[in-house]
Nanobody, 122 residues
Framework: VQLQASGGGLVQPGGSLRLSCAAS????????IGWFRQAPGKEREGVSC????????YYADSVEGRFTISRDNAENTVYLQMNSLKPEDTAVYYC????????????????WGQGTQVTVSS
C-alpha cells in the first residue's frame, strides 16, 4: 500500500488549500482514509476521516465547518478541502489508511503516507 499526500503550501490566514491523498498498491473495497496533522512541539492529532465504502465522515471539533473531506473512488484519491485557515492549522499533514478501523486514533491506521507541510501565515 502506498499513500501519496500532496497540496500543502503557504497560505495567508483566511485562505484555502486542498490536500490530496492518492492511494495505490492494493485491492480493498472497505477502508477508511484519515488525515492527521502534527504541529511543531505537539502530538499528532486526527483531523478528519472518510469511509470509502459509504462516505461517512468524521471531523475534529477544531476543523468542523471549515474542512471538508471527500473521495473519488475511481481515482483512489481522498481530498481535504481546507477553508478559513488559521495560523493554528499550521502543521505537517499526513494521510493514513485503516483496514477495518475508523476515527481519530493513530492506532486505528495501518498505513501512512509522507507528510505535506501546511503553513498559515501573513
Amino acid at each position: 500500500v502506498q499513500l501519496q499526500a500532496s497540496g500543502g503550501g503557504l497560505v495567508q490566514p483566511g485562505g484555502s488549500l486542498r490536500l490530496s491523498c492518492a492511494a495505490s498498491g492494493f485491492t480493498l473495497d472497505y477502508y477508511t482514509i484519515g488525515w492527521f496533522r502534527q504541529a511543531p512541539g505537539k502530538e499528532r492529532e486526527g483531523v478528519s476521516c472518510i469511509s470509502i465504502s459509504d462516505g461517512n465522515t468524521y471531523y475534529a471539533d477544531s476543523v468542523e465547518g471549515r474542512f471538508t473531506i471527500s473521495r473519488d473512488n475511481a481515482e483512489n484519491t481522498v481530498y481535504l478541502q481546507m477553508n478559513s485557515l488559521k495560523p493554528e492549522d499550521t502543521a505537517v499533514y499526513y494521510c493514513a489508511l485503516s483496514v477495518g478501523g475508523w476515527g481519530s486514533r493513530e492506532d486505528e491506521y495501518d498505513y501512512w503516507g509522507q507528510g505535506t507541510q501546511v503553513t498559515v501565515s501573513s
